[in-house]
């Protein structure tokens, strides 16, 4: 197990590392505004893959066969395409002027990045659930690594030669290439396109469907998922401004982005474990306990570390003019610290086969930074931007805190 999580985590640590000596550069070629259009964009595709594929990604991995495990990857594959290409449609045709009176700046081609970028968002995402079926893990750690380097030389590249006008368009680009790079990535370490057959494609569809029972569970928990984590980006506008956003959007991009990455690392290896002791025993608590009490202790001195550190860390990465962040980083630490043992054990309830009880917490929390969002807007109750902060963060530790808890007592489905 520590060997499959080391050859995930050292791709991350790469591509992390990268993302992290990037961001001096980054903030001294795109201010917060140009963070902002980035944000919504990526809000939005974000968003739209969770449509694209249903979430039933997260059901290849409880496949009997790996026949089974193929058709279902195939179908939801073939699902993105189909999305992407209708998406891109409808934004070409009826979308295209409200997309850009909305970003408040007129890009070519929006429409059709919208598109691209679900197209290879789904596609990796996809693709990434199937290679842990399989147990190959090199192909994590590479596509991380691809990703970082594209999204940074692009962003990077577009802002030094091009710029003007249209340089958040620099930032999707690095996006969205990167994830291309990732598809790609899976491709080569996966073997979905020799599996190809014009049989398993005429049964993908049937495949899905068989799943459908389970699918809108999984897409109102993901979807409401999706959407709690790009609410707080409007609330911190609505309480200190577009700069509040940009510093918003920062600190959690330096401190959230590595949480993920390495916290989901741990739990595509913790998945694929889990999966075979379930078929064996499916009241087993040993191993997500295991996995809960190693990150903990792991998860206390490393954010421990990085709040006490923050008043050195934050100008010195970001640069003087960043140094308002600071109470950010320290204040989503606190979080981060909960979310990646959350991460690590995210998907066992998925193995049992219990995890409805996860769609009501995550619509529970969606309501409360919805009222919070409508609050901030239209009274002056609440304009401290550390207290409204707090408060978003400390909405997702109690869901995170309940469900952990939940995992850790080994609750069966009903």
């Not at 066969?65 to 395409?81: H, N, P, Q, Y």
């Not at 189909?82 to 997309?99: A, K, P, Q």
């Not at 769609?359 to 609440?382: E, K, P």
């Amino acid at each position: 197990m520590l060997a499959n999580i080391s050859r995930i985590a050292s791709g991350q640590f790469i591509a992390q590392l990268i993302l992290v000596a990037s961001l001096p550069y980054i903030t001294r070629y795109y201010n917060p505004e140009e963070f902002g259009v980035f944000a919504v964009f990526s809000a939005i595709t974000w968003i739209l893959v969770v449509f694209s594929t249903g979430k039933a990604e997260f059901l290849i991995i409880t496949m009997k066969s790996k026949d089974e495990a193929v058709v279902l990857t195939m179908g939801i594959m073939t699902m993105v395409l189909i999305f992407s290409f209708v998406i891109t449609l409808i934004t070409v045709f009826l979308l295209s002027d409200f997309l850009n009176s909305f970003f408040s700046k007129e890009f070519n081609y929006l429409p059709l990045l919208i598109g691209v970028t679900v197209l290879f968002i789904g596609g990796a995402q996809t693709l990434r659930y199937y290679a842990t079926y399989l147990g190959n893990f090199s192909g994590h750690g590479i596509a991380a690594t691809v990703n970082a380097i594209s999204m940074v030389s692009i962003s990077l590249g577009y802002a030094i030669f091009i710029g003007g006008d249209s340089l958040p368009i620099g930032l999707i680009l690095g996006q969205t290439i990167g994830q291309f790079f990732s598809f790609l990535v899976f491709l080569f370490y996966t073997d979905i396109i020799q599996m190809i057959t014009l049989k398993k494609l005429k049964m993908s569809s049937l495949t899905v469907f068989s799943q459908i029972q389970k699918i809108p569970i999984l897409l109102t928990t993901h979807l409401a998922s999706s959407l709690s984590s790009r609410i707080p980006t409007l609330i911190m506008s609505a309480v200190g401004g577009m700069s509040a956003a940009g510093i918003f959007a920062m600190a959690e991009r330096a401190v959230g982005a590595p949480t993920g990455a390495f916290g989901q690392a741990v739990g595509q290896v913790a998945r694929h474990r889990y999966r075979k002791v379930y078929e064996v025993d499916n009241g087993n608590t040993s191993l997500p306990r295991k996995i809960i009490k190693s990150t903990f202790f792991f998860v206390i001195f490393g954010y421990g570390l990085l709040i006490v550190l923050a008043d050195w860390l934050v100008p010195l990465v970001l640069g003087e003019q960043w140094r308002v962040a600071i109470v950010f980083v320290q204040i989503i630490a606190v979080m981060e610290l909960f979310n990646f043992m959350f991460y690590s054990v995210e998907d066992i309830t998925i193995i049992r086969d219990n995890f409805s009880y996860r769609m009501w917490t995550q619509i529970a929390q969606l309501i409360f930074l919805l009222t919070l969002y409508v609050v901030v807007n239209i009274t002056n109750i609440l304009s401290n931007i550390e207290l409204a902060l707090g408060l978003i963060c400390f909405a997702r530790i109690l869901f995170v805190v309940y469900d952990l808890n939940r995992t850790w007592r080994g609750i069966q489905k009903n």
